[in-house]
């Protein structure tokens, strides 16, 4: 598939040190703002790609590009998808989705009447060792307690105290720890056991933000904890506990380098089943192959989480007062 990127920021450069290395994609293109055309030129002569553009809108109508990688700020997901859907292009974008349920559920229902792929970048959906995760489960009997924290002081924390507000604590930017960090550990929840009895969402808010946060997901049967936070950190060990045994993974979800497990009473074993590569690889395997099949079935699996965790996150921060720009559009 030919590729266009836009975004120049930290993600999308972390999938160009691995994207040429993936036989079937191409990436052509790279747009961004005009602040970032130094970065634009540099990343184009490093990575081989073609074209650059200060104007995504210029992306969007190269004829070249068949597959749009959006890896920008939050609340420009919705805009560039739907004029990437009107430009004919399928889509790979970065997490969160969209500002809210709403917005996500446009951007399927337009690319569907389009025949059209929207492909959520969500890393721990294809790691290997989140995989075998999902599979070691049945061994632990009876789910009691999940608990899963992604805590990780955040650079920028200190200048958004002082009042230089980072699009990643910006209401404006539909920014915030459950956006940024927590989405990781809620997807991952949704994948394993499908949508939530009820949410619940207890953040640490400053400046109208949520600078941290506790969110309570209950499935009747067992209890589930996610904790994001951009103002502290802490080990980052999960935990799934069940009746028969329990699985430990010491990372965060996102990156899922290892996990272990054991039987009530025994010993840990480790295993990794990742190989020496970027957590991002994986899923631009799988992308690019979803795409080159027109693999519908995937595609509409892939959706059902990214719409049970958009709801999800809806319900969470918007209980808790905090509300985005997008949210009062109709």
């Known amino acids: 598939m030919k590729l266009g990127i836009i975004g120049a920021g930290m993600i999308a450069q972390e999938v160009l040190t691995f994207i040429n290395q993936i036989e079937g994609i191409d990436p052509v293109a790279i747009a961004a703002t005009p602040r970032s055309e130094d970065k634009l030129k540099n990343l184009s002569e490093k990575y081989g790609i073609g074209e650059y553009y200060i104007d995504y809108e210029k992306l969007l109508v190269n004829p070249d590009v068949e597959v749009v990688y959006v890896a920008l700020p939050n609340n420009l997901h919705y805009e560039v998808m739907d004029k990437a859907l009107d430009a004919g292009k399928d889509i790979i974008c970065e997490k969160p989705f969209a500002d809210n349920v709403n917005q996500a559920l446009r951007i399927f229902k337009k690319a569907e009447s389009k025949g059209r792929i929207v492909l959520e970048a969500m890393s721990n959906r294809f790691i290997p060792n989140a995989l075998r995760v999902k599979e070691e489960i049945s061994k632990l009997g009876k789910i009691k307690i999940v608990s899963f924290n992604y805590s990780k002081y955040s650079s920028r924390y200190g200048r958004f105290k002082a009042g230089d507000i980072a699009p990643a604590f910006s209401l404006g930017n539909a920014g915030g720890a459950l956006m ?20 619940r969402y207890f953040p640490n808010i400053e400046r109208s933000i949520d600078t941290s946060g506790i969110c309570l997901l209950d499935y009747e049967d067992f209890k589930v904890v ?34 272990k497990i054991k039987k009530t009473g025994g010993d840990y074993e480790s295993h990794n089943e990742n190989e020496d590569k970027s957590r991002l690889y994986y899923e631009f395997v799988e992308f690019e192959k979803i795409i080159r099949t027109r693999d519908m079935d995937r595609v509409e699996k892939l959706k059902e989480i990214t719409l049970i965790t958009a709801e999800t996150l809806n319900q969470a921060r918007i209980e808790a007062g905090i509300f985005f720009p997008a949210d009062s559009e109709n």
């Not at 951009?230 to 380098?257: R, Y």
């Open 180 to 199: 940024d960090l927590n989405v990781y550990n809620i997807d991952y929840v949704v994948n394993l056991f499908g949508r939530p009895k009820d949410v």
């Open 226 to 259: 996610c904790i994001g936070a951009k103002d502290s950190s802490a080990s980052l060990v999960n935990s799934i506990q069940g009746e028969d045994g329990t699985i430990e993974i010491p990372d965060s979800l996102g990156s899922f380098g290892s996990y």
